[in-house]
């Protein structure tokens, strides 16, 4: 009886240790850097990405707001928006307030004539831009959940985050989207006796709640865009034929018959004073005929006179 009294002991003693060990080890609820799996949205996006209809359009970004208590998100924010992104296969530049304001002015002043184009045209690489997404973090916060069984003790982390973006069609000034999300992150630490790991900050956390309420956020921006028929710009008017970005990745088919507007003045709301898109008038028709490259293709003209380069070219349904 003593001997498997001590064979007990032992085994108990081994298992004690082998929890010391290991539960000094932090144990991480999702992978950052592949997943958010507390919601699956990352599951999500992947699907999202692959049902993805439309064109490699060209996404701005403005740097996020941060209106948290919590310095240092601004980055953070917008690189990580960036990659998701890149990952539901659209194109991201990176944008301040301060760089859009300067090159929209300068667009207008060589437009009227005031300023030489000179060497570059301020609407060079700006005019690719095909949406523009910008907002605000609007709360972030990390709080520490603990709990005692027996002599196990556990600490879990949680980020939490809210954001507010919006989309807006940069040829018409249409706000697509603007809605508000939270994402939600955790990390476990264990430990026993009071020999565990002690919660620490970690940045992690930051990130893995970003993600998680920013892949929603793209989750949404994907279900609009793949509500929209093709859109994009005329580069270049030569006699009849119309060169206009789209490309093979527009995965529009040759004979495709695609409406030429020309954008007027802003409209604005009256009530709120916001600019909520651009009076459009119909120039004329052209034919898709050929793509040039994987963003680069060519049409001929059906109906219609006085095309421009910068006139907007959409998908007839």
Known sequence: MKHVMEMVGRALLSLVVLYVFTGCTPTMTGVVKQDTTLSGEGKKLEEAGLNYSGPEYTIGIITFKNKSRTPGLEQPTTDTLATIIKSAGLEPIMLTEDEMREQEEMIKLQQTGAVKKGKKDAAEDFESIDFRISGSITAYSEVEEGSDVLIAQSKTQVA??????GLVDIATGKRLLQKSGAGEYRKKTGGILGFGSKSSADVGLRDGALRDALTKAMSEMIDELNKRPFQSKIMLVDGKTIIFRGGTKSKLEAGTKLGV????????????G???GKREKQ????MLTSHQSEKVSEGAISSGM???????????K
């Open 160 to 165: 939490r985050v809210q954001v507010d973006y």
């Open 261 to 272: 507007y020309r954008p007027g003045a802003d409209l604005v709301d009256p009530d709120t």
């Open 274 to 276: 916001r600019v909520i």
């Open 306 to 316: 006085g095309f421009q380069a910068g006139d907007i070219v959409k998908a007839i």
């Open 283 to 286: 120039v004329g028709e052209i």
